[in-house]
């Protein structure tokens, strides 16, 4: 059930086959010169969407903005800081709880480290503030690294590379605007450095070459199925 698309019986309605929903958090970031600033936020809001398909699920509209700290000198990438993305994301669930929702489950397409410890660090204030809730912070990433390593060429591929560029080829197609060429960033080690572009000029940490769109076809479907198992194991946590 997608909320954006439901009307108020509608949503009252769907209370009675589930009480979960899953919040989608992506990005604004550069992801390199061939895939939409968007990416992030596609990925995870489409793996919310087939998931819903298969089982009883409310999908939350997306929150687009996430904290970006590696690609924040790049050009288009918009970063919020992490305050403002734990209190989005604890008054989210604060508001769907006044609804009825017990069981959340952020599923975010964006990997950054202070990104994800940010909502992780919200999920556990808000499973203190309240006793009758249940809170899950995933990224795609967890999910699909260990199953989906076999369907990968490239070693190390993180960030607009193979993975990312075969998820977008395969579901929105229409949004690749042709390829990029390998790249790893070289950050030195311990170093805070201002311009970032300086160590990661192209945006793209893998390799887009080696991406087709029915690699992504497979990983969308390993991240949808290992989505279903989380979500399975949580509704099922003793209240």
Known sequence: ?????????????????????LIPFGSVEQ???HLPLSTDTLEAYEAGKKAALRIPLFV???????NCRSTSCHPGTISISTTTLKMLFKDIVRSLRKCGI?????LSGH????????????????????SDIEVAV??????????GASLIETRGDAHAGEIETSRILHSHPHLV???????????????????????????VWGDPGKATAE???LLEDLVVRKLIELIQILEQVPS
């Not at 059930?1 to 929903?21: D, K, Q, S």
């Not at 950054?112 to 309240?130: R, S, T």
């Open 31 to 33: 992801h390199g010169s």
């Open 102 to 106: 017990r069981n959340f489950v952020a």
């Open 60 to 66: 939350a509209p997306p929150v687009h903005y996430g």
């Open 138 to 147: 995933i990224s795609e990433y967890i999910l699909a690294c260990d199953e």
């Open 1 to 21: 059930m997608i909320i954006e698309e439901l009307t108020m019986p509608e949503f009252e309605a769907g209370l009675n086959r589930t009480r979960t929903v």
């Open 111 to 130: 990997a950054g480290g202070a990104h994800l410890m940010a909502l992780q660090d919200a999920g556990e204030e808000l499973i203190a503030e309240f």
């Open 177 to 203: 605007k042709g390829t990029a060429r390998c790249e790893f960033p070289s950050f030195p080690a311990g170093i805070l450095v201002r311009d970032k572009r300086r160590y990661w000029p192209g945006g």
């Open 215 to 217: 690699k992504g076809a």
